[in-house]
T-cell receptor, first 113, second 113 residues
Framework: GQQLNQSPQSMFIQEGEDVSMNCTSS?????WLWYKQDPGEGPVLLIA?????ELTSNGRLTAQFGITRKDSFLNISASIPSDVGIYFC?????????????FGTGTRLKVLA | NAGVTQTPKFQVLKTGQSMTLQCAQD?????MSWYRQDPGMGLRLIHY???????DQGEVPNGYNVSRSTTEDFPLRLLSAAPSQTSVYFC????????????FGPGTRLTVT
């Protein structure tokens, strides 16, 4: 099935550092969603993006809908230990009136105190 | 609001056994979906429903059945469990309105031996 490419696959960072990750595809999407998943839990929605070029923040998180509609970016500023987890992107496109969600494979973030 | 709830949290089955994974939501969402999550892969859609009495197949439906008799509940049935169905299963829901924000349950970790 179709998947999104997320980069990097994993990263170690020091507490206090800023983090950047992205999601790319060969397909155009109408909506991008970013989720965080803690070990043993379900994905929790962080940010939703609806327009190309849109920049949306949620606390220390900022996400952008790429201008080509084929990519999206998530930044975390001043990381803290509880930012540890897996971050997923999801692209949504419509096809004959139905909406298909395509999920990335995730970026695993580890924060060193 | 409990959101999306799933039971059980963990389950071990022998090959050939059947079981039902329960999912309920209290947000009055019309759309509900079942996904499986496997290592190194994005979430893959098994079955989905756009309302009570209406279900359809997703990307990986073989070996699974669903029904939707009420808006709140969307159980997933494994007809004859196989080791290939070892996975983490997530139920999700969203409104049918203009928002495509999908909310996930905590997951069921299933092992088939």
């Amino acid at each position: 099935g179709q998947q999104l490419n997320q980069s990097p696959q994993s990263m170690f960072i020091q507490e206090g550092e800023d983090v950047s990750m992205n999601c790319t595809s060969s397909s155009i999407f109408n909506t991008w969603l970013w989720y965080k998943q803690d070990p043993g839990e379900g994905p929790v929605l962080l940010i939703a993006l609806y327009k190309a070029g849109e920049l949306t923040s949620n606390g220390r998180l900022t996400a952008q809908f790429g201008i080509t509609r084929k990519d999206s970016f998530l930044n975390i500023s001043a990381s803290i230990p509880s930012d540890v987890g897996i971050y997923f992107c999801a692209g949504i496109h419509s096809l004959s009136g139905t909406y298909k969600y395509i999920f990335g494979t995730g970026t695993r973030l580890k924060v060193l105190a | 609001n409990a959101g999306v709830t799933q039971t059980p949290k963990f389950q071990v089955l022998k090959t050939g056994q059947s079981m039902t994974l329960q999912c309920a939501q209290d947000m009055n969402h019309e759309y509900m979906s079942w996904y499986r999550q496997d290592p190194g892969m994005g979430l893959r859609l098994i079955h989905y429903s756009v309302g009570a009495g209406i279900t359809d197949q997703g990307e990986v439906p073989n070996g699974y059945n669903v029904s939707r008799s009420t808006t709140e509940d969307f159980p997933l049935r494994l007809l004859s469990a196989a080791p290939s169905q070892t996975s983490v299963y997530f139920c999700a829901s969203r409104t049918s309105g203009g928002s495509y924000e999908q909310y996930f349950g905590p997951g069921t970790r299933l092992t088939v031996t």
